[in-house]
């Protein structure tokens, strides 16, 4: 069975930097997009950014210039980057998969359990 297992994250001062990343687990052909999204207290799940199979990346406007996205299709894994890390990007970070190919299943869409990052001001 496919599982997303997130790792990294913690707690930083602004202006630091920290870094997650999320790897695929099971036999998997292939993943279309995988990426990241967050969600702080009283506030909506939105996404952080993605990357196709491709490597074409998308970013929130609030994260562009600070946080990198990247994937290794081999592994199945996706890693993000989060440079000049504000109190605003305080959340609780979950790893997406979408278009997920595995042996003898395929799964629309996958989320991870959710890792916390906490920047102090």
């Known amino acids: 069975q496919v599982q997303l297992v997130e790792s990294g994250g913690g707690l930083v001062q602004a202006g630091g930097s920290l870094s997650v990343s999320c790897a695929a687990s099971?036999?998997?052909?292939?993943?279309?997009?995988m990426g990241w999204y967050r969600q702080a207290p009283g506030k909506q799940r939105e996404l952080v950014a993605e990357?196709?199979?491709?490597?074409?990346?998308n970013y929130a406007d609030s994260v562009k210039g600070r946080f990198t996205i990247s994937r290794d299709n081999a592994k199945n894994t996706v890693y993000l980057q989060m440079n000049s890390l504000k109190p605003e990007d305080t959340a609780v970070y979950y790893c997406?998969?979408?278009?997920?190919?595995?042996?003898?299943?395929?799964?629309?869409?996958?989320w991870g359990q959710g890792t916390q990052v906490t920047v102090s001001s």
């Open positions: 997406n998969a979408q278009g997920i190919s595995a042996w003898g299943e395929y799964k629309t869409e996958l």
């Open positions: 099971g036999t998997i052909n292939s993943i279309n997009v």
């Open positions: 990357v196709g199979r491709g490597g074409n990346t």
